[in-house]
C-alpha cells in the first residue's frame, strides 16, 4: 500500500519525490511513500497549530470517546492493520497482531484518561485557601518512530498528546509509512478534527530534522537509535523543548542455578528472537550461574537451531527477516566480531538463514547464539538488533547482578530463580527502567511507565499516567478565600 500524508484534515499520496516500501520477507518494492519536505512539514504544524485551540478547549471525557472509538476501528481493522505490519517490517503474524493489540489497549487506556487527568489537591500552610495543580496541554507536539513497532509506538506517543489536548504531527519510519497511514486513517474514523492529527513522510534528515527545528513544536518524543536520539536532542536544546528519548537497550536475563531450566530456555527465546531480536528490550545478553550455565548454553543453542525462520505471515514460522539490507549487513559483521573477539564460542547459527526460493530475496538470518563470552566483549555492550544473543557464566547472584549492570544501557532486566530473595534484590539492584522477575525481558503493558535509564533515556516515560507528562505543564492555582493579604512563608 502506498503510504499518505495528512495536512490539516486532507490525505496526499506520494508525488514525484518519494520513498520505496520494500518487503522485507522478498525484498520486493510494495509500495511508495511521499517524500517531504521541510515546506511539508511546516504545513503540517501550521495545520496543527490552528486546530490546538479548540482541540485544547473540547472536554477531555470527550476527546477520550474519539479514542475509544478509535479502538474500537482498530479491532474492526486488526487482521489488515497485523497484515500490514508484517509485510512493511517482516514481524511474526502473532508478533505482528500483538503490535496491533498494544495500540488497541493503548486508545482503551488512553480514553479513560479522558475522565481521570489527575492533579492534586493539597491543605495550604495558610487558613482559607486551597491549593491544586491541573495539567494544560503543551501545544503541538512532534512525533518520530521508529519502524519496530510500526502501529504500537505512534499509538504510544499520539494517544496521550491527544487526551491532554495537544495536536500531533507524526513523522515515521521511513520504512513502515503505510502501518502509519493505516493508524491515522483509524484515528480519522474515529471522529479526530482536521488538523488535530497531522502525518508527514520522508526522511529522518529532511522531515524529521525539520519537524525537530520548528518553532512552533514546544515537545518532541522520540524513539529510535542513540546516534539519532542525541542528534535530536542537540538540534532541539536551543530552543528549550520538551524533548523524550527512547533510544537502544542491551538486555540481560540472569539465570540462577535453581531456575526451572525448561521455562528459562523458553523465556531466552521468545526474548532473543522474538521480532528477530529487533526490539529494545530484546534479551541479547544471557548471565547464568556455574551450576546451570552448561545446560542451558546446551538447550538454548538447540532452541535457537529449532526456530523456524520464513515469511512473517506463515503458520509455524518463529522468526522472520530482518527489516533492511543495512540490518543483516550489521548482523552479519557483529557475528564475525564475535568470532574474532577472544574466547567466545559460536555455538548455533551464524550465516544467512536458508529459506524458500519465493523468499531469496529476503533478509533472513539463523537465531545466533554465542557462548563464553565475557562482559566487555562487543557483542556483550553493544546492541546489535538482531537475533543474536550471549551467553555469560558468573559465580553468584553479586557477580550476575555486577554483569547485568555492566553496558551503556538501562532499559529492561530479567531474573529466573526460584529464590524470592534473590529475585527481590536483583528487583532493586538492577540499573534499569523495567525488571521481570520470572520471565525475559519483553512484555511490557500499557498501563505502566515504559522507558530506560542511562544510555537508553533521558528521564521520561511512555505509556502509564507516566505517559501524560510530557505532553503537560503542570499549572499550580492557590485560591485565597480568606478576604485579606495572607504572605505564604510569611504569616504563621
Ligand atoms: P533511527 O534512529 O534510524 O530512526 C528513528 C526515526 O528517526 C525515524 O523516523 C527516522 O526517520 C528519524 N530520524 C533519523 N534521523 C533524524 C534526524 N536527524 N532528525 C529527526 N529524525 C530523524 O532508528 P530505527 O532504526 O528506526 O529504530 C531502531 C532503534 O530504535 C534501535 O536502537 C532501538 O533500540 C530503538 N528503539 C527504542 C525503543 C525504546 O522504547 N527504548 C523502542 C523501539 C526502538
Same mark, same amino acid.
Given at each position: 500500500m502506498d503510504a499518505k500524508n495528512l495536512v490539516g484534515g486532507t490525505w496526499s499520496g506520494p508525488k514525484a519525490r518519494s520513498l520505496p516500501i520494500i518487503d522485507p520477507a522478498t525484498g520486493k518494492t510494495i509500495g511508495k511513500a511521499p517524500r517531504s519536505s521541510a515546506k511539508d512539514v511546516a504545513a503540517a504544524v501550521d495545520a496543527a497549530k490552528q486546530a490546538q485551540r479548540a482541540w485544547g478547549a473540547v472536554p477531555a471525557p470527550r476527546r477520550g470517546e474519539i479514542l475509544f472509538k478509535a479502538a474500537r476501528v482498530m479491532e &474492526?481493522?486488526?487482521?489488515?492493520? /497485523?497484515?500490514?505490519?508484517?509485510?512493511?517490517? #517482516?514481524?511474526?503474524?502473532?508478533?505482528?497482531?500483538?503490535?496491533?493489540?498494544?495500540? @488497541?489497549?493503548?486508545?482503551?487506556?488512553?480514553?479513560?484518561? #479522558?475522565?481521570?487527568?489527575?492533579?492534586?489537591?493539597t491543605p495550604s500552610e495558610l487558613p482559607n485557601k486551597l491549593c491544586m495543580t491541573l495539567r494544560e496541554p503543551v501545544g503541538v507536539c512532534g512525533l518520530i518512530t521508529p519502524w519496530n513497532f510500526p502501529v504500537a509506538i505512534p499509538s504510544w506517543k499520539s494517544l496521550p498528546a491527544l487526551v491532554a489536548g495537544n495536536s500531533v504531527v507524526i513523522k515515521p519510519s521511513e520504512e513502515? %509509512?503505510?502501518?502509519?497511514?493505516?493508524?491515522?486513517?483509524?484515528?480519522?474514523?474515529?471522529? =479526530?478534527?482536521?488538523?488535530?492529527?497531522?502525518?508527514?513522510? &520522508?526522511?529522518?534528515?529532511?522531515? /524529521?530534522?525539520?519537524?525537530?527545528?520548528?518553532?512552533?513544536?514546544?515537545? =518532541?518524543?522520540?524513539t529510535g537509535s542513540n546516534a539519532t536520539g542525541r542528534?535530536?536532542?542537540?538540534?532541539?536544546?536551543?530552543?528549550?523543548?520538551?524533548?523524550?528519548l527512547e533510544l537502544g537497550g542491551k538486555n540481560g536475563i540472569v539465570v540462577l542455578d535453581d531456575a526451572d531450566l525448561e521455562f528459562a530456555v523458553r523465556a @531466552?527465546?521468545?526474548?532473543?528472537? %522474538?521480532?528477530? /531480536?529487533?526490539?529494545?528490550?530484546? %534479551?541479547?545478553?544471557? =548471565?547464568?550461574?556455574? /551450576?546451570?550455565?552448561?545446560?542451558? !548454553?546446551?538447550?538454548?543453542?538447540a532452541g535457537a537451531e529449532a526456530l523456524k525462520v520464513g515469511h512473517g505471515w506463515?503458520?509455524?514460522?518463529?522468526?522472520?527477516?530482518?527489516?533492511?539490507?543495512a540490518a543483516l549487513k550489521k548482523v552479519e559483521h557483529y557475528v564475525q566480531v564475535g568470532l574474532r573477539e577472544d574466547k567466545a564460542r559460536l555455538v548455533a547459527g551464524g550465516?544467512?538463514?536458508? !529459506?524458500?526460493?519465493?523468499?531469496?530475496?529476503?533478509?533472513?538470518?539463523?537465531?545466533?547464539?554465542?557462548?563464553? !563470552?565475557?562482559?566487555?566483549?562487543?557483542?556483550?555492550?553493544?546492541?546489535i538488533f538482531g537475533p543474536v544473543t550471549a551467553l555469560m557464566r558468573v559465580d553468584d547472584l553479586d557477580e550476575a547482578i555486577e554483569v547485568h549492570n555492566g553496558t551503556p544501557y538501562g532499559l529492561s532486566g530479567a531474573i529466573i530463580t526460584r529464590n524470592l530473595a534473590h529475585a527481590m534484590k536483583a528487583?532493586?539492584?538492577?540499573?534499569? %527502567? =523495567?525488571?521481570?522477575?520470572?520471565? &525475559?525481558?519483553?512484555?511490557?503493558e500499557v498501563h505502566l511507565p515504559f522507558g530506560g535509564i542511562k544510555g537508553t533515556g533521558n528521564g521520561h516515560r511512555e505509556a502509564g499516567i507516566a505517559g501524560l507528562d510530557l505532553f503537560t505543564e503542570w499549572k499550580t492555582v492557590y485560591v485565597d478565600y480568606s #478576604?485579606?493579604?495572607?504572605?505564604?512563608?510569611?504569616d504563621r
Open positions: &474492526g481493522r486488526k487482521q489488515e492493520l /497485523g497484515r500490514l505490519v508484517c509485510s512493511e517490517m #517482516g514481524k511474526v503474524k502473532a508478533e505482528a497482531l500483538g503490535d496491533v493489540q498494544e495500540a @488497541i489497549d493503548m486508545a482503551y487506556y488512553m480514553a479513560a484518561e #479522558g475522565r481521570r487527568l489527575f492533579g492534586q489537591t513502515t %509509512g503505510g502501518c502509519a497511514t493505516a493508524y491515522v486513517e483509524c484515528l480519522v474514523e474515529a471522529g =479526530i478534527p482536521d488538523g488535530v492529527v497531522n502525518l508527514v513522510h &520522508g526522511t529522518g534528515e529532511e522531515a /524529521g530534522a525539520a519537524l525537530v527545528a520548528h518553532p512552533d513544536v514546544p515537545v =518532541i518524543s522520540f542528534a535530536v536532542s542537540q538540534a532541539a536544546a536551543p530552543m528549550l523543548k520538551h524533548v523524550h @531466552i527465546l521468545w526474548s532473543a528472537y %522474538g521480532t528477530t /531480536g529487533q526490539r529494545c528490550t530484546a %534479551g541479547s545478553r544471557v =548471565i547464568a550461574t556455574r /551450576g546451570i550455565y552448561d545446560r542451558l !548454553v546446551e538447550r538454548v543453542a506463515t503458520e509455524g514460522v518463529e522468526v522472520g527477516p530482518l527489516v533492511r539490507p550465516k544467512r538463514a536458508r !529459506v524458500p526460493a519465493a523468499l531469496k530475496g529476503g533478509f533472513f538470518h539463523e537465531p545466533t547464539v554465542f557462548a563464553d !563470552v565475557t562482559p566487555s566483549m562487543r557483542i556483550a555492550q553493544e546492541e528487583m532493586r539492584a538492577f540499573k534499569t %527502567g =523495567i525488571v521481570y522477575v520470572h520471565n &525475559g525481558t519483553i512484555g511490557a #478576604g485579606g493579604l495572607q504572605r505564604a512563608q510569611i
